[in-house]
């Protein structure tokens, strides 16, 4: 007879799960459509019930802890094998979805737009877009597609450049911003990006820009970087934001991008398995992303 499993509750293992791969109560709290509060109780509730602290709890972001390090994959993974099992369990369609998986501010700015025109040109194929700022493995059949952000390597994947990340100083016309010596007169815009060394900060910009005398910490932090954003075209200051997902403020006139200079990210690059690139659906879905994310 088999041991009976001693597990804390299930609702309390879902959302540490969302937790720790958004690194966000709040966002946790919309994916599982409750509360902020309720999520922060059944994390308590879970780390009491462990005895273990899961989650460092900052100001204005968190970070897991060893324990919470150790125990995010194990959930993540399956949960994902609960959902593959389910769905093996449903009606099979003759239609199989492509699935896209691509950061959050990616999928926002640059493919939900761009929808029409895959279904236009594709209608027999369903695409479900997956965004999310953590690594999906795409050997496990999460995705069948992954819009990555970053140096690479990616073993065991067949991989293409998509384009290069570009990051420079933009803002609302409104504030008459013409040169960086306007730049001691307003508020700076800071985006608190999870991998700084992928990212230019204010204090990377400056250096770059030969700026000095000015105090590179000060001004608006946002967490989400499509706040900063919102905050530079509502007019609140200057943001140093990727101008390849502002690209549609910039052509409208919603942002403006005076003057330099422009920080070199790297490379966005598009991943499958040799498997999945293989497939007919899938090498649709490339060629409507490459068409995306051409500048």
């Keep these: 007879m088999s041991a009976i499993r001693k597990l804390p509750p299930l609702g309390a293992l879902r959302a540490f799960e969302a937790a720790a791969r958004h690194l966000s109560f709040q966002k946790a709290a919309q994916e599982l459509a409750v509360s902020p509060t309720a999520v922060s109780h059944q994390l308590r509730l879970l780390e009491a019930t462990l005895g273990l602290s899961l989650f460092h709890r900052h100001v204005r972001r968190v970070s897991l802890t060893p324990a919470g390090e150790r125990l995010y994959p194990v959930l993540r993974d399956g949960f994902d094998d609960f959902a593959r099992a389910i769905a093996d369990l449903g009606p099979q369609s003759e239609v199989r979805a492509v699935t896209v998986t691509a950061t959050t501010l990616f999928t926002a700015r640059r493919l939900i737009p761009a929808l029409n025109a895959f279904q236009a040109q594709w209608p027999q194929i369903t695409l479900r877009l997956h965004a999310s700022d953590a690594t999906v493995d795409l050997s496990r059949d999460t995705a069948d597609l992954a819009v990555r952000y970053g140096p690479g390597p990616f073993a065991g994947l067949v991989s293409e450049p998509l384009c290069q ?36 900060d204010w204090a990377r910009w400056l250096a770059a820009a030969g700026i000095t005398g000015m105090n590179a910490e000060a001004g608006l932090r946002f967490t989400d970087e499509n706040h900063a954003i919102q905050a530079a ?63």
């Design 165 to 200: 990340e570009r990051f420079g100083v933009v803002c609302s016309p409104a504030l008459g911003i013409q040169g960086p010596a306007d730049l001691r007169g307003v508020t700076l815009i800071h985006s608190e990006w999870q991998r700084r060394d992928w990212q230019p």
């Design 233 to 295: 075209i509502a007019g609140q200051g200057v943001a140093i934001a990727s101008l390849v997902l502002v690209e549609d403020e910039l052509s409208r006139g919603v942002l403006v991008h005076s003057f330099g200079p422009v920080v070199e990210g790297h490379s966005y690059h598009l991943l499958a398995t040799e498997e999945g690139a293989a497939r007919a659906d899938v090498q649709a879905a490339r060629q409507w992303l490459k068409s995306v994310a051409a500048p």
